[in-house]
C-alpha cells in the first residue's frame, strides 16, 4: 500500500507523506518484487523533478 500511497502523494505534492511512504515501503516488499522497488525510485525522481530540478529528476530516472 505504501508503493500506491507514495505516487498519490508525490503527485499531489505531498512531500513529507511520499517521503514517509517511500521510506517504509522497502521493508515490507519482498525482493521478487522489482517492479515495486523501481516504481519508488520513480516517485523520488517526480518529486525531484516537481521540486524545479527537471534536469535531474529526468536524469536520474531515466539511470
Known amino acids: ?11 499531489l ?3 513529507q507523506g511520499a517521503t514517509d511512504s517511500q521510506d517504509q515501503a522497502p521493508a515490507h516488499l519482498p525482493a521478487s518484487l522489482l517492479r515495486f522497488a523501481t516504481h519508488l525510485e ?5 518529486m ?7 534536469v535531474g529528476g529526468a536524469a536520474l530516472a531515466t539511470a
Not at 1 to 11: G, Q, W, Y
Not at 42 to 46: A, D, E, K, S, T
Open 1 to 11: 500500500m505504501n508503493v500506491f500511497r507514495s505516487l498519490l502523494l508525490a503527485r
Open 13 to 15: 505534492g505531498e512531500e
Open 42 to 46: 520513480l516517485h523520488r525522481r517526480l
Open 48 to 54: 525531484l523533478s516537481r521540486s524545479g530540478d527537471r
